[in-house]
């Protein structure tokens, strides 16, 4: 049985770790204000006003929306949803989901004031080279 053979629960791990470090990133870059708490750390925190970066994201694409709501229904928490979803459907084009996620980080890393950042992020920003292939645009 695929799952519950080491290789399944192997790759059931990944998932798992997969959807919840996206759900991290998408929190960080498109925090749902109804449910941020006080203490999250989000992409505009590192912007003179949040605004900015609001400004200079693209909007949240619905394949992201619908990976966020995956991975809420689906990883953690535990809910009953989960139980309904097709075998068919558990797939995640991981792939298309890295792509979109890696631009906006990359515009974050293009745009973030160098005063918002601690001595090692700085560090990082002026040795990472963003790929001149990521769009300017909104």
């Known amino acids: 049985d695929p799952e519950t053979s080491a290789e399944g629960t192997l790759h059931n791990a990944l ?14 870059l ?26 200079l994201r693209p909007e949240i694409s619905q394949p992201l929306l619908d990976s966020r709501v995956r991975a809420a229904k689906e990883i953690a928490p535990l809910t009953y949803a989960r139980l309904a979803v097709d075998p068919e459907q558990k797939g995640w084009d991981v792939r298309q989901i890295a792509n979109e996620v890696t631009r906006v980080v990359e515009k974050f890393i293009r745009h973030v004031p160098m005063q918002f950042l601690g001595p090692k992020c700085t560090e990082l920003k002026a040795n990472i080279r963003v790929p001149p292939h990521v769009e300017e645009t909104r």
């Open 30 to 55: 498109w925090p749902d204000k109804p449910k941020r708490k006080s203490d999250w750390v989000i992409a505009a925190d590192f912007f003179p006003s949040p605004s900015d970066w609001e400004k």
């Open 15 to 28: 998932v798992e770790s997969f959807a919840i470090h996206l759900r991290n990133m998408l929190d960080f």
